[in-house]
T-cell receptor, first 115, second 110 residues
Framework: GAVVSQHPSRVICKSGTSVKIECRSL??????MFWYRQFPKQSLMLMAT?????????EQGVEKDKFLINHASLTLSTLTVTSAHPEDSSFYIC???????????FGQGTRLTVV | SQQGEEDPQALSIQEGENATMNCSYK?????LQWYRQNSGRGLVHLIL?????REKHSGRLRVTLDTSKKSSSLLITASRAADTASYFC??????????FGQGTRLTINP
């Protein structure tokens, strides 16, 4: 099966600092990766779509300078939350697909708490 | 940007009963996917049904797709306590973005 590893699973950081979350496809090459944010008992809100080697496409209302996404290779995408604030505390989930319109496989999620 | 809606938002049934969840979407699709999420965890891919398919089975799961009504359903037969989770449908919007419905929180009572 396709495995996506997301790291770290939990992180606590101080307000004003930056946090990097990694998303790796372990056994397949992912041309497309997605980053989501999920609030308690709610659905997944798409933040951005990234394609390997190109700039990420951000959803309306998502600050690209605050949520930096890099999809440097076919197996790795990173999300950096810059100058984090308590309101950025949330559950962030990545997913990866070999190509669009195919099955997308998800990481385990990262619980970010900004204090 | 949510693609569609699911109903019911919450469903509670007894172990052994069947659970049916519905998903409606707004735009044309190439395929529709169903996922399960246990509390506080990542999503597990359950099944993908293509737009030219009407029904698909995987173990105790049965998915139907009605493109004329822009709707899909997920049936879990002979439910078990371990099926307790949230279930989401998802579609590619504009052939690029994978967006999710609101989800159904399913509780299986022993």
């Amino acid at each position: 099966g396709a495995v996506v590893s997301q790291h770290p699973s939990r992180v606590i950081c101080k307000s004003g600092t930056s946090v990097k979350i990694e998303c790796r496809s372990l056994d397949f090459q992912a041309t497309t990766m997605f980053w989501y944010r999920q609030f308690p008992k709610q659905s997944l809100m798409l933040m951005a779509t990234s394609n390997e080697g190109s700039k990420a496409t951000y959803e309306q209302g998502v600050e690209k300078d605050k949520f930096l996404i890099n999809h440097a290779s076919l197996t790795l995408s990173t999300l950096t939350v810059t100058s984090a604030h308590p309101e950025d505390s949330s559950f962030y989930i990545c997913s990866a697909a070999r190509r669009v319109n195919t099955e997308a496989f998800f990481g385990q999620g990262t619980r970010l708490t900004v204090v | 940007s949510q693609q569609g809606e699911e109903d019911p938002q919450a469903l509670s049934i007894q172990e052994g009963e069947n659970a049916t969840m519905n998903c409606s979407y707004k735009t044309s699709i190439n395929n529709l996917q169903w996922y399960r999420q246990n509390s506080g965890r990542g999503l597990v891919h359950l099944i993908l049904i293509r737009s030219n398919e009407r029904e698909k089975h995987s173990g105790r799961l049965r998915v139907t797709l009605d493109t004329s009504k822009k709707s899909s359903s997920l049936l879990i037969t002979a439910s078990r306590a371990a099926d307790t989770a949230s279930y989401f449908c998802a579609q590619f919007q504009g052939a690029q973005k994978l967006v999710f419905g609101q989800g159904t929180r399913l509780t299986i009572n022993p």
